[in-house]
């Protein structure tokens, strides 16, 4: 009698979890509401533009379904191979920076989920993303694709060699950290354009990169920040 009676309330319990996690899920742009008005706008972000696209961009598709009660959240989260997709405040941050005006060419590197790459696609012409995790690169190409982001080209590869045949490029916005601004990327930026770039390696911080013409740049500090190492990509 007893097991039966535990049964019927675990039972009940998974039910209405279930129901709230559905009702959750589908309340997701009040979510993104709370987000921006308790993650963003009183830390500073006032890019309209950017909280529009932040509003209606459905974070919880990005990550993995087991912790999509978590996307809106004041944090990184895990999307598997180690690597995670950036706090929401870090995202908004990075593009505001970028001081976007509609007909931009940008290239990202560090793909991961393909959120930020999202986001950017609505702000800009198009967007050029590398990502050096194979399933990674795959998997968002897939979903933004599903997700109807006609603007944006997934290309598997090393971000450290950016995308020659494509350049120059009116912003680049970097997702992982390396030790050093890369070479290649400096010259694929347009003379007046903006890179927006974590460096280093225990201690990274933000730096914003006024390419100001050839031989000429301007640089920023921005605030401390940490993300995943960007990792060498080796001879293909
Ligand atoms: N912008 C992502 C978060 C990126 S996490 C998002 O919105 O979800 C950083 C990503 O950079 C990881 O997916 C990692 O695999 C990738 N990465 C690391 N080193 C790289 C390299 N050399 N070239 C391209 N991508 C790299």
Request: aromatic residues 8%.
């Amino acid at each position: 009698m007893r097991g039966i009676l535990l049964g019927m309330v675990v039972g009940i319990m998974v039910g209405a979890g279930f129901v709230l996690w559905q009702d959750k899920n589908n309340n997701w742009k009040q979510e993104a509401k709370n987000m921006v008005n308790t993650q963003l706008i009183p830390r500073g972000i006032t890019d309209s533009a950017v909280i529009k696209a932040m509003l209606n961009t459905p974070r919880h598709l990005f990550v993995p379904q087991n912790i999509r009660h978590l996307a809106y959240g004041d944090h990184p989260l895990p999307i598997g191979y180690g690597q995670t997709i950036s706090q929401p405040y870090i995202v908004a941050l990075m593009t505001q920076l970028l001081e976007l005006q509609g007909n931009e060419k940008v290239l990202e590197i560090g793909t991961g989920s393909g959120y930020q790459a999202a986001i950017l696609a609505q702000l800009v012409d198009s967007v050029y993303t590398i990502e050096i995790v194979k399933p990674l690169c795959e998997q968002a190409r897939r979903r933004l694709d599903s997700m109807g982001y006609k603007n944006v080209i997934v290309v598997c590869g090393d971000g450290y060699k950016g995308l020659p045949q494509y350049a120059p490029f009116d912003r680049i916005i970097v997702t992982a950290a390396p030790p050093n601004v890369p070479e290649a990327l400096l010259e694929q930026l347009k003379p007046g354009g903006i890179m927006v770039i974590p460096v280093g390696t225990t201690f990274q911080k933000l730096v914003r990169i006024l390419k100001k013409d050839d031989s000429t740049y301007v640089y920023e500090d921005i605030i401390p920040v940490r993300f995943v190492p960007m990792v060498p990509g080796g001879e293909e």
